[in-house]
């Protein structure tokens, strides 16, 4: 009898070419789907009668000029207004502290 010595023949891994294979085919058919295909969606969101963005960002100087003039003026208004309640009440003038605020209590 004769006895026949041979390695076992190890099996062939598929998993990592299965892997490789889905993350071609996604990109494959991502990258058809952003470059080569219209986009319907956003005309579903988006209505047609929506203003062009062009004439949304458009500013008339005039109304931007009185309402920066009208903010000025409250901000001014608020400014002095705590100014005088804070000089009206003595603030830091009425207690000035302890002479020497390093000597223990």
Do not use: C, H
């Not at 009185?66 to 608020?78: G, P, R, T, V």
């Not at 309640?85 to 302890?98: C, D, E, I, K, Q």
């Amino acid at each position: 009898m004769a006895i026949i010595i041979s390695e076992a023949r190890k099996q062939f891994n598929w998993l990592p070419f299965v892997i490789i294979g889905f993350f071609l085919f996604a990109a494959i058919v991502g990258s058809y789907l952003l470059f080569f295909t219209e986009a319907p969606l956003i005309e579903k969101i988006v209505p047609s009668s929506q203003k062009i963005i062009s004439d949304i960002s458009k500013v008339k100087s005039e109304d931007f000029k009185n309402d920066l003039s009208s903010i000025k003026k409250e901000l001014q208004i608020k400014v002095k207004q705590t100014i005088t309640s804070a000089g009206s009440t003595g603030g830091v003038l009425t207690n000035p502290g302890r002479t020497n605020p390093f000597l223990p209590f």
